[in-house]
């Protein structure tokens, strides 16, 4: 969407700004913080063995790491591929063109109803909507999913799109919205009631549409995993099956898939396994009597390309949405997803969205992090991700260039940049590379930094919850110097 | 061929049980330089009683980090550079801090990315040690608890546990002193909300963190937090003061000096 | 540069291609388990994933099966005709052994809906095989046998040959050369359909099976 007037669009309240509103709703952050805890410790039950973990995942990240290396080659493998199994393949650069694209197919096939598996790409493309403004009702059918539409929400949560909802919350919107149900506090009977609506929406589709978790080139195969079975129906009962996913979802041979596939759901919800791991590689062949006779891959850039272009931050791309991160994010955990106000929450959000949608529109979120590298650590394919958002706060200010195009190597790279932060950094810098400088500046800080009054710029913020910090009469230069501790280095 | 950018946190490797060295580099940190300088002392004090002649360099300043992780890079180099100079000898560098140590080990080498420093950078981060590590693994210090009894609880900070590995040797530690109950915490792990300028660009939210970080420790009835991290301290610590809780934030290099060596 | 880039898929390669290389990394070792008793591991996995396992053998499988369905009060057991259980239980039928109501998977889905999505209680499957480390079937279903007779039924019956068994994916997926040539949907099942998005509570069957039945044909003599 391009604003008018030339003015930059507008993104809404930073996340600074946003967060107070989830942190003062304590139903919210009881939701968050039981649910986190839990997925905690059931992801660290399943990996018991530090060496075992430390193997994996460098199998894993080796894995995404070199089909990234090879991603031209491995997309084109993976066109041909599926291509010579019967599967449609189409490129798109934005998610627009992968709107247009998937429109276009439903269309073709004349299809009004379309059941959807639980995808994080048709969120980024805001598919729903889009076939909605056409004429054509797509229904979600993961749980999570239909419950946050029907809700008329956003995903909270990458892989449970409905955490922030409790039990109560979900009977009442049932109640309301499910013709013929009474309110009910029994999980079994929500499920069942959902099962009832949805079973109907399955046997009606004209079209499924699915995500993908893994694409693998060597075969031509889809793999997409799942608990519900609502991916399996969604593939397998309607006529026709749409897969939308990233160009960066591809590996390259079905050996990739099972050290993968022990990190994913480990990682995620703490399973050794998901209930299905559905590996599709054509659509209905000669005499099968069930599975869509149309399959398509819609293969979306949406930005990617450009991550590509920087190889420290192409990074990025070896992830594989299992959502430990924000699983693990002690931000994440206090503000839950919709503080972000993307389709991407918690720490990979806040490396994502500046990519794929400039740093505009991301905002203040690189620095919404203390870097405590909790997330790097249990992210199964290693990225870095405290260091790419030290990346990405340096492009914000000091943007650097893609050789070949002379853009910002990160779109609205530059927008954070300010001259008095330089100019404070510069005076840093000429304090504390100068030893005697140094000294003289940090003993009038000794002296007199303690005048400084609360209410100044940034003491103002830091006074809110503490103390004043209490500079001490003597520095530990002073002091090293009395004790005898500046002696020299003996030769 | 491999790549080098696979290292999530270039954690620390298990450092190889290095000789015991004669004598050590002291960086005291900018934070304990000015606000806090007992509890370098401290630190340079154990060190002296634990053998080993201790030099504190006076061109020292800073590690960098504020400037790197606010995204001025190249300030960070240039403060960086500075202290590879200050610091010329090849024996190890002790500091009584797990994020500046962090900053040196771990990022360094990247930060020195194509400049003609590097070499020396990464020689410089193999020096680096983090304090109380460095008196378990390296010195193999035992101690000698002098003090009344008393309940600690234990705040490790996040890049001492996730950069550094220091993992139970601060612990260790403590358990040496008989008069000291040390009981954990049930948000260990978790970080205290600091993050540098996070605490004042993101303050809602670090107020939320430290507050829930107080909570726990208040939790195990212990009225002394013990860290080896003078920012996290600063955080926690202010805080206390500020809800007037009354629990004791201390660096545990003043603390074990103080039990021990009588301050 | 050549010509300018007509379409999507030649501009993002386009991009790919002039992006600055990189060198790929080998992958390093990685060695997945292996279970001295595999068939202990398996149990434990699957039974952990909420499936029933019921040991039977080749020659009382049948009859095993009948009691079981006849015990839930199972009303219309879908088969699969053309494979060996469901021709099996074809013919035991005709012969007049007490089974429910035999519903044939024997035409197209696009025929059979009703029956599929409203009608039946169970379906009955046989299995490639299954993987120990996580107690997983493995289906590769064929024209015989459909792939919804695995998920549409509210209750699915597994048949499951205990020499089928193996430590792990990677193993089977080396060992038996599946990258050489898969079908059209190869399925991993580990237990019956379930969700925990309404407050990380357990229900199962959201949309398919409610309950799964792994009946473990053992090896004579044991
Ligand atoms: S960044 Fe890592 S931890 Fe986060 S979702 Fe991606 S793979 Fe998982």
Redesign the interface.
Known sequence: MVADGGMPPDHGPR??ER??DA?NNPQLRRNFRRAMDGLMAKRAAQFPDPAYWAELR?RG??VK?RAL?RLPDLLERLESRLTANGVQVHWAETTEEANAIVLGILQQAGARTVIKGKSMVSEEMHLNAHLERHGIEAVESDLGEYIIQLAGETPSHIVMPCIHKNKDEISDLFAEKIPGLERTGDVDELTAAARRVLRERFANADAGISGVNFAVAETGTLVLIENEGNGRLSTTLPPLHIAVTGIEKVVETLDDIPPLLALLPRSATGQPITTYVNMISSPRKAGEKDGPTAVHLVLLDGGRSRVYQD??LA?TLRCIRCAACMNHC??YT??GGHTYNAIYPGPIGKILTPQLQGLDAAG?QP????????C??V?PV??????LL?R???????PTETPATHLPVVKDGGAERSWT??LV??G??L???R?LL??MV?RA??WG?NWVPANAP?MR????????????P????????E?G??????K | ???T??????TAAAATPAARP??V??F?T?L???????A??AG??LLRHAGV??????????C?Q??????????AR??A??QLD?F??D?PIVVPSGSCAGMMKT?YA?LFEGDPDQPRAIAFAARIHELTAFLVNVLGVTLADKGAPVTVTWHPS??S???MGVGDEPKALLRQLANVTLVENSRE???C????????????????????KLASVRETGAGTLLSGDCGCL??I???A??VADGTRCRHIAEFLMERCHGG | MSAPPNTARDAILGRLKAAPG?????LPPWTPPTYADKLARFRQMAEANHAEIHDVTAANWLERLATILNNRGVGRLMVAPGTPRGDALLRAAAQGVPLPTLVPYDQSVEVLKDALVHQVDAGLTGTRGAIAETGTLILWPTAQEPRLLSLLPPLHIAVLEEDTLHDTLAAVVRDQGWAAGMPTNALLISGPSKTSDIEQTLAYGVHGPKELIILLVRKEGE
């Not at chain 1, 620095?367 to 909790?374: E, F, I, M, R």
């Not at chain 1, 003597?474 to 110097?481: G, I």
């Not at chain 2, 950018?5 to 270039?10: P, Q, R």
């Not at chain 2, 304990?32 to 007992?38: I, Q, T």
């Open positions: 996340f600074a967060a107070p942190l460098e990240a080796a790491a290396s190889v420290e990074d002690p931000v206090r503000v203040d620095h919404a992090s203390t870097l405590c590298n909790a790097a650590e992210c290693k990225i870095p991700i405290p260091d030290v990405l706060r340096r492009e914000a200010v000091r932060e330089s950094w510069a840093w810098r304090v504390y590379t030893p140094y000294r940090t800080l000794a930094g940034l913020d830091w006074t809110k919850a503490r103390a004043k910090p209490r500079f001490k003597r520095t530990l230069h002073d002091l090293a110097r004790r501790y500046l002696n020299e280095v003996p | 061929m491999t790549i950018n696979l290292a999530a946190t270039n004669d004598t580099y002291f005291g900018c304990v330089d000015m606000l806090y300088p007992e370098g002392l340079m004090d002649r201790v030099v504190f360099p006076e061109g020292q300043s800073c960098g504020p400037a790197r992780n606010s995204g001025y890079v190249e300030e240039e403060v550079r500075a200050a010329p000898g024996i990022h990247h996040c890049h546990l996730r950069e792990r978790e970080c909300g600091f993050g540098g300028t996070f605490a004042v660009r993101q303050t809602a939210v670090s107020t939320a963190m430290v507050s829930d600063m955080n610590g202010g805080h003061e500020k | 990189r060198p790929g990394p080998d």
